[in-house]
Structure formats: C-alpha cells, structure tokens
C-alpha cells in the first residue's frame, strides 16, 4: 500500500456509495483486505503506509496513537462497511491482513477482527484467511493462537537469506529463524505457508540469490512471491543511491534472476501463476491477490487502505490518528474516491489480467490491441490460442512493455 494517495473526488461522511456501484456487488468475488500499519523498524527501501512507535509519537504510557486501540477502531470501519453495503447476502471470500506488521498486534486483536467480519458478512466456508508476518514477530505460541482464531494462510517477510543484503535492507530478523517459523507454522496447522522474496539488492550477487531461493525452496513452502527491488522516491534507501552510497539496481541483473528464480522455482515443482508469483498448485495460488488481478470487490480497513466495489475505488484516510478520528466519530474514513468508467475498467483489465498464467481474454484488446497482437506474438512474447493471450517466459520479463504496446 504506496504512502502517496492520489486526490480524487469526495465521499459522504456515511461512506455511501453510487446506487450503480451496488447492482452487481460480489458477482466477482468479495473479500476484505485489513492494513496494519505499525512496524518495529522502518526498512530503508519500504513505501508503504507504516509507523514505528517514535513515528507516532508513542511512549510508554501511550500517545497519539495506540496499537491497543487499532483493533476497536477496524472493528468500527468493518460495521460501517456492513451499513454501506446493505443486508444483501455477501459473504467473505478472502480476508488479507497486510501492513506494517500485522503480527505486531496480539493474535486476539486480529482474531477479534476477522470475527466482526465474520459476524457482519458471514465468512465463505472455505474462505481463505492470511497474515504476513515478519519472523521475528511470531513464535509457536502465537502462530498456534492465529491458527485456532480463524487463519488458514500465512506469509512470511523471509526477503533474503545473505546476512549483508537483509543489512541493506533494514531488515532485522535472523535468516536462520525463517525455516524454524516455517516449522512452528505447519506445527500449528496453518494449510498454507507463503515466503516474500525480493531480488536485486544492491551488493546482492547471482551466487547471495541462489542461496536466498535454495534456502526458501529448503523449507518447503507452498508458495513464493519474488519482487524486484524498486528504488522509492522518498525512502532512505533512495537517498542512500542518490547519495551514491549504493547503485540502482541494473536491469540485466534483475532479468538474470529473475529467470534463476523461475528456473529453480520450476525445478522443485511451484508453477508461475502470476508473474512474480509462484505456487505449488491451483489450490495454493493465493486467492486474496487473484480477486485484484482479476477486478473483484473488496473492502479495505485501516488507514491508507484501498476498496473496489462495482467500479467506484476509494482510499481511507492515510495517518492513523486522522484515520481513527473519523470512525471513532462514526464516520466514514475514506478520504477521496473515483468512479472507474469502462475504459478505465478494461485498461485495468489488461494491466493485470494478462500477468496472469491463465492469461487474458482476446476480447479485452481494442481495435487498436487486437491488430497488434500478432506483433507481440512474431517476437515470441506472447502465445494466442482461439481466445486468449499468455506471456511467454521471455514475454514476461517485458511484460510492462508488452502492455504498453497492447494498449496503444
């Protein structure tokens, strides 16, 4: 979740939406994603909405803003989500705790808040349930309360497994801790158990990242994302390179592992499913972020948090004292929004849908798209069956340019 918000147009303090919005509200999935927005340390590269204690002001005996009282106040948001919404039968098929830390509250507080979304919606039987979770921020105990609340799936920062590249990265936990979570996780009965890479640190070599892959594919997880690293305007890391203390990343570089990552991801049996995902199975691929690529509703809680129902996005308010404020007054927090048009609904689509092994409709090209298409496809970047079009492994280390050149 970016820290920058777009302006957009208002929204009414109840948070209602346009009646169009409404008509179809689910017909693609529905889940909700909750924003957790503390952190212990903020990594250098990290541009997401996050706070450390000194950030908010905290001190022992509280301040403007307390973890304490997070739990209530996205409890408050999830019931005025149930009034906008109305009585239509709605239930949950995914619930995302991402952050920050989620793992930072205590597992009664997330469990206290997939409760209320189950009490006000009602929670798909085989609803999928996930935090992320540093590995520093959970032990058997706590792992083993998560699952018994409600949890299904979890997702750990692992990031990298080399001492000096998680240096770099501000990241504090102890590589050799990642295989010891991943085994108290399974212990505690979690179905599903995901590890975060990212390649392309600077001082990471071709021989850090492999190990960082090896030492993932070691603890047998059922899933792997694996993201580039992007330099961030406003972070510390980005004033590190424009300092010259550290290089920008280089592309080749990133291409060459990038195809390390699918080759040996490949080799121990996880399938791409998304670009920068892969999965041991369809069953592991994680729904939350298919209902994204795949334009489905979902409603967003917590400060700086995104919604999409029925083609009206909207984005909350971003620090969490303004944020708290407005739902402890009964208010929606929401700070502006946009209504998408269909145009703006089938750019979406090709942006996201077409990183996706399953690929992406012929019919969502234009005129335009649709007489470029068998260029992509000459230069081995994308494969056409009778009505869908998929990356090709060299298409999908160019799929940003393979985009632009479909939507011209």
């Known amino acids: 979740m970016p820290s920058t918000l777009p302006p957009g147009d208002p929204v009414p303090d109840d948070g209602g939406l346009p009646a169009g919005a409404l008509e179809a509200v689910g017909s693609h999935g529905f889940g909700c994603y909750v924003h957790v927005p503390f952190c212990t340390v903020r990594c250098g590269y990290c541009d997401f909405n ?50 920050g830390t989620p793992t930072l509250l205590p597992p009664a507080d997330l469990t206290a808040m997939l409760g209320a979304i189950g009490a006000e919606f009602g929670l798909a039987h085989d609803a999928e349930v996930t935090t992320e979770a540093n590995p520093d921020s959970v032990g058997p105990a706590e792992l083993a309360a998560l699952r018994e609340g409600g949890l299904t799936r979890i ?28 085994e108290w996780a399974r212990a505690a009965g979690f179905e599903q158990v995901s590890l975060d890479l990212i390649y392309g640190t600077p001082g990471e070599s071709l021989a850090d990242w492999r190990t960082s892959v090896r030492a993932a594919l070691d603890c047998e997880p059922d899933h792997v994302s694996a993201y580039s690293l992007i330099v961030e305007d406003g972070t510390a890391l980005a004033r590190r390179v424009r300092r010259g203390e550290l290089p920008m990343p280089d592309e080749d570089d990133l291409a060459d592992k990038y ?103 012929v019919d969502a090209l234009d005129e335009a798209g649709r007489a470029e298409l068998p260029v992509q496809v000459e230069r081995g970047l994308v494969t056409r069956t009778a009505d869908r079009l998929v990356l090709t492994d060299a298409g999908r280390l160019l799929a940003d340019g393979v985009v632009r050149d479909l939507l011209p």
């Open 50 to 99: 996050t706070y450390t204690a000194t950030d908010l002001g905290l001190t022992s005996s509280g301040g403007a803003v307390t973890r304490a009282a997070y739990a209530d106040q996205a409890i408050a948001e999830i019931r005025l989500a149930r009034r906008v919404l109305g009585e239509r039968d709605l239930p949950v098929e995914t619930v995302f705790f991402g952050g």
């Open 155 to 182: 997702s750990f920062g692992m990031q990298s497994a080399v001492p000096h590249v998680l240096a770099t990265l501000d990241r504090t936990h102890d590589p050799d801790r990642v295989p010891r979570v991943v």
């Open 259 to 361: 195809l390390l990552t699918d080759e040996l991801l490949r080799a121990a049996g996880l399938e791409w499913y998304e670009v920068s995902n892969w999965a041991s199975g369809r069953a592991q691929r994680c729904r939350h972020n298919l209902l994204y690529w795949r334009g489905g509703d979902w409603w967003g809680i917590g400060p700086g948090a995104h919604s999409h129902v029925g083609g009206v996005r909207w984005w909350n308010r971003k620090h969490p004292a303004a944020y708290a404020e407005r739902v402890e007054a009964g208010l929606s927090p929401a700070q502006a929004r946009e209504v998408l048009g269909a145009e703006d609904r089938r750019v979406e689509r090709v942006l996201l849908e077409l990183r996706l092994a399953d690929g992406l409709p």
